[in-house]
Each structure stands twice: as structure tokens, then as C-alpha cells.
């Protein structure tokens, strides 16, 4: 037996001791982690998500960080605060396996591209709104999540991937001046970002991980996917993994007003001006990682379906840049070289 078959056989196993009698397993594409999830149809005609761990891409993190902590206990934290996320109904842990709710096919991003602008701002409040709500959860003992934080190890991983993969996108090598200016500019952002209220965050709180119920009413539509990652952020994070969206590109109006409805909302409800000068300054370490890692999957995956959305994460790093350095001469030379990248996927 091979070893898609084993892990084909292991899942149906987890699935018959919960009590679930698979008939179909369909095996979802996978994202840009190695992870994999299936869709399990059952004799009753309900399904069910099988998530699959996987050893990690040691390029998805810090060199000597340990990999993400299990789907548990984070996800029954945030479904006993109430939260929207999918039921646990099984697994097998020696295997790696969580047998999941099935939360639909219909996610945020799939659903942002068919929605009149006036449904898509209700449903984006409506992900705003759950900011607040897992923010406000405390620390709790023998969560992974209260002891791992956006700290300054996680910013020079993400300069480096930047200095590596991004700005090679200009077809041209990276200078040893330039790769300075990156990892010099985002230790001083660490510094900027680490006096800031430290909350727990969902750490990928984007479209591709929020699912629409279909019928639901307003309030109750969206279900929070991807949890294992959460960690202490400042305030702003989340809402810039939702806003600056490298999946849904959101006006630029549209985007401040979600910022000013929400802003007083959050548990430590910062003053504008401060909310602001984070919500950029994170922009540009948040979407520059996503471009070096949309690049990095094409280079050294041979996986160039991210690409798609470069163009839209390159918008996103020039605005953010230019009023960030508006504000700070400091981060004058880092939006120079954030100017200077191409939005064509076809110029990667």
C-alpha cells in the first residue's frame, strides 16, 4: 500500500470510530501549506473535513522556531467564547487527523467576487466584528497560542524572505545595501509595533478562511477556518489580514470605514492616529511576506497559482509605504524599493 492509500485508510478508520461511514473521500487542493484537508461524504449523506497534518515547509517560519501547535485547544477556546468555528467530531491523533464540521464550499473570497459592493461591506462588518470577540479572550493555561507572539524573530523572517524573494521580482539580484534597508526597516517596525496592546489574534484572518453559511441570517454567517496559527498581535493585525486582503482587493474607502466602525469596538480601542500608523506599518510586513512567499511557492514549489495575486499584494505595499513614510522619514528607503516592484505576475 502506498502512502496516499495509508493515510486514505487512516482517515476512514478515524471517520468509522466517530461513527461516520465514509463512502467518498475527496481530497481538497491544497493551499500554500503542506497540510491536507478532504471533504468525507458519508453513507448518511452528511460530510465531514478531515484535516491532515503535515510536516511543515521549514521556509513557513523562522529557522529554529517550532512548527504551529495542534488545532486543539485553540479551536474548543474559541467554541466555548462563543466563536464561529467547526465543531471537532473525531480524529486520530497519533496520525495527525481532526475530523472537522464541514463549514461548506463557499469562502469569503469565492463569495466577495459575486456579491453587489452594498452585500459585500455587510459581510466584510460582519468579519470585522469578530475581531473584537477573540480579542477579548485571556490568556488561558496550556494554550500555545498565549505563548507565542509577533515578535521581532518574526519580523527579520519575514525581511529575510523580502530581501530573497521579493525584490528579486524586478529581474535583478538583490543588493547587499537593499536586503539591509529591508531587515533594518522592519526591526525598527518590531520596535514601532511592540509597544502596542498584545491581544490573541487568529494570525491568518482572510477571506480564504472565512465561510459563508448560505441561509444564515446576518450575524451568524461566517465560520473561522485555519485557527492553529493564533498568537498575541497587536490590535490591528487581523483586521489587516481581512482588509489588506491579497485575495479580495477592497477599496480604499471601503477600507477605512470597516477601520472606523471597528476601532472602538476592539477591547483596548486605540486613538485613531496610533490605529492608523500600526495598520500601515503591519501592512508592510504582513503583505511583503505574502509576496516573497507567493513567489517563493512558484520558484521553489513549481507552484505558480498564487501569482494570480500579486498584482493586487503589490497595491497594497505601495499605499501602505507611501503613508507610512508620510508619517516617518524612516521608512522613506523601504517604500522606494516596495515602489520599485512590478504589479504584472507575468514580469515574477
Known sequence: MDASSALESRVRAACRAAGLEPLRVEWLPAALSLRRFARIHTASGATAVARVEAPEDPAGRPAGVAPEPPHEPIRALLESNGLPVPRRLGGDPDAGIDLLEDVGRLSLQSAARELAPRARVALHREACELV???QAIGPVPGVAAFARALDA???AYKAD??????LAARGRDTTAAEAAVVRETFAWIAGQVAAAPQRLAHRDFQSSNLYVREGAPPGARLRMIDLQGAFLAPPEYDLVCLLRDSYVELPE??????CEAVRPGLPDAPDAESFARRFDLLTLARKGKDHA???YAARERGDPRF???IPATVRHLRRAALRAAARDGRARELAALFGELPESPCAQ
Open 253 to 258: 474607502a471601503e477600507i477605512a470605514a470597516h
Open 132 to 134: 473584537p470577540r477573540v
Open 307 to 309: 501569482l494570480a495575486h
Open 153 to 155: 524573530e518574526l519580523f
Open 161 to 166: 524572505l523580502v530581501a530573497r524573494y521579493g
Open 293 to 295: 512567499r507567493f513567489l
